[in-house]
């Protein structure tokens, strides 16, 4: 079964640092990926996605992640993180050898301090 | 606007009681899918649906009911069979592709309370 892994349920950064979160995946197929954002009390917001398309792939808000088939890794990173950034960010994968479902990652809490 | 939409925000509700969870989406997407979130966790699948009346279980289903009578609407029963109800419904809705899901859209959430 297909499975994701977030290493860190809790990631913390001064402000203006750079902002790493790490996703592996498990299938052996390249899926489709995905990071999404959630802000308390609110529902998910898709960063950004990779269809098998450019490895790397730039989202909203400054976000990008780089696909490497070779780690079975998608990470997220920011160059320079900010206030406002502070929220869960999850991973999901869309694995067609799994149907029709997407597995999410348990999330990592980014908190961002001043 | 396209989008999708949860009703209501909060919910509260006593013990023993069932109740439903409104979830609607304007996107003309095929699929549709409960998930359960609780504090500190990640998303735990219910309930899906590829096409209009057929469902399946997901993860966690017993003590859930849904129906798809409708593409745009995919309402969720918490029935007094499920044990720990209290906990944050999310909704949400995708095309399916052919060489998997495209991204899901997520309603705003329902946050129930069962006392």
């Known amino acids: 079964a297909q499975s994701v892994t977030q290493l860190g349920s809790h990631v913390s950064v001064s402000e203006g640092a750079l902002v790493l979160l790490r996703c592996n995946y498990s299938s052996s197929v390249p899926p489709y990926l995905f990071w999404y954002v ?9 960063l950004l996605k990779y269809t098998s398309a450019a490895t790397l792939v730039k989202g909203i808000n400054g976000f990008e992640a780089e696909f490497k088939k070779s780690e079975t890794s998608f990470h997220l990173t920011k160059p320079s993180a900010h206030m406002s950034d502070a929220a869960e960010y999850f991973c999901a ?22 | 606007d396209g989008g999708i939409t949860q009703s209501p925000k909060y919910l509260f509700r006593k013990e023993g009681q069932n109740v439903t969870l409104s979830c609607e989406q304007n996107l003309n997407h095929d699929a549709m899918y409960w998930y359960r979130q609780d504090p ?23 003590g859930y009911s849904v129906s798809r009578e409708k593409k745009e609407s995919f309402p969720l029963t918490v029935t007094s069979a499920q044990k720990n109800p209290t906990a944050f419904y999310l909704c949400a809705s995708s095309y399916i592709l052919r060489g998997g899901l495209d991204e899901q859209y997520f309603g705003p959430g329902t946050r129930l309370t069962v006392t």
């Open chain 1, 93 to 114: 994968v869309s694995d067609p050898d799994y149907g029709q479902n997407f597995v999410f990652g348990p999330g990592t809490r980014l908190s961002v301090l001043p």
């Open chain 2, 40 to 62: 500190g966790q990640g998303l735990r699948l219910i309930y899906y649906s590829q096409i209009v009346n057929d469902f399946q279980k997901g993860d966690i289903a017993e």
């Open chain 1, 38 to 46: 959630q802000y308390p009390n609110q529902g998910l917001q898709l």
